[in-house]
C-alpha cells in the first residue's frame, strides 16, 4: 500500500506568518507531487506542484522537495484568514501513476 | 474553459435504495477518475478511466457499487443497494494525460455530490 502521511492538525498560525504544511510519501518512484486546497464543503483545487528536488516558488506558496527524505513540503509566507482551509498533499504512484491523497492538514489563519 | 460538472449535489437515500452520480469531464480531458471522500479523510479512488476503459478499479467494492463511462466522455456511478456506510462526498475528477503522461497532469474536481445514506 502506498501511503501519503499528513498531520491532520489543526495548525493555527496568526495572520502575517508562514504557515509550514508537511508530507511525506512511501513510494519512492514517485516523480510528481502535487498540493491541492480544500475549503469547507468544497471540492479540492489545484495550488502547486513540483517535479525535482529543491524550492519552487508561486506568489505567496513555496513547494520543497527532497526526495532522499521522501518528504515535500508547502510554505505559505503573509498567511491570511482566506488561506484557513484543509491542504491535501497527492502524490501519483511509480507504477500506476493514480495520484493517492493524503488526509489533509487543517489551517487555521487567525486576524 | 467549463470545468468538470457533477450531478446531483446532495441525495438523500435510505439504506438499500440505489443510487446514481453523473460526471461530465472538462472537454478533452481523457482520463476520468472517480473518488470518495469522507470527513476528515483525503480522497481515495474508486476508479480511474482512460478513455472508455476502467485501467484501475481495485478500490471499487464490486458487490454494490458499478460505473461506466460509455463513448469515453461523460460517466456515471452506481450504488445498489446503499448502505449506512456508503454516506460520504462523491468526487469526480479528469485529467488531461493518458498513461504515463497523466503522471504530471493535475486533477480538476467537480463540485462533488454529498451522499446521505438513512
Known amino acids: 500500500q502506498k501511503e501519503v502521511e499528513q498531520n491532520s492538525g489543526p495548525l493555527s498560525v496568526p495572520e502575517g506568518a508562514i504557515a509550514s504544511l508537511n508530507c511525506t510519501y512511501s513510494?519512492?518512484?514517485?516523480?510528481?507531487f502535487f498540493w491541492y486546497r480544500q475549503y469547507s464543503g468544497k471540492s479540492p483545487e489545484l495550488i502547486m506542484s513540483?517535479?525535482?528536488?529543491g524550492d519552487k516558488e508561486d506568489g505567496r506558496f513555496t513547494a520543497q522537495l527532497n526526495k532522499a527524505s521522501q518528504y515535500v513540503s508547502l510554505l505559505i509566507r503573509d498567511s491570511q484568514p482566506s488561506d484557513s482551509a484543509t491542504y491535501l498533499c497527492?502524490?501519483?504512484?511509480?507504477?500506476?501513476?493514480?495520484?493517492?491523497f493524503g488526509r489533509g492538514t487543517s489551517l487555521i489563519v487567525h486576524p | 474553459e467549463a470545468g468538470v460538472v457533477q450531478s446531483p449535489r446532495y441525495k438523500i437515500i435510505e439504506k438499500k435504495q440505489p443510487v446514481a452520480f453523473w460526471c461530465n469531464p472538462i472537454?478533452?480531458?481523457?482520463?476520468l477518475y472517480w473518488y470518495r471522500q469522507n470527513l476528515g479523510q483525503g480522497p481515495e479512488l474508486l476508479i480511474r478511466?482512460?478513455?472508455?476503459?476502467?485501467?484501475?478499479d481495485s478500490q471499487l467494492p464490486k458487490d454494490r457499487f458499478s460505473a461506466e463511462r460509455l463513448k469515453g466522455v461523460d460517466s456515471t456511478l452506481k450504488i445498489q443497494p446503499a448502505e449506512l456506510g456508503d454516506s460520504a462526498v462523491y468526487l469526480c475528477?479528469?485529467?488531461?494525460?493518458?498513461?504515463?503522461?497523466?503522471?504530471?497532469?493535475?486533477?480538476?474536481f467537480g463540485n462533488g455530490t454529498r451522499l446521505t445514506v438513512t
Open positions: 475528477a479528469s485529467s488531461l494525460g493518458v498513461g504515463a503522461s497523466s503522471y504530471n497532469s493535475p486533477l480538476h
Open positions: 513510494d519512492r518512484g514517485s516523480q510528481s
Open positions: 513540483i517535479y525535482s528536488n
Open positions: 497527492a502524490v501519483p504512484s511509480g507504477g500506476s501513476y493514480i495520484p493517492t
Open positions: 472537454s478533452g480531458h481523457n482520463t
Open positions: 478511466y482512460e478513455n472508455e476503459e476502467a485501467v484501475d
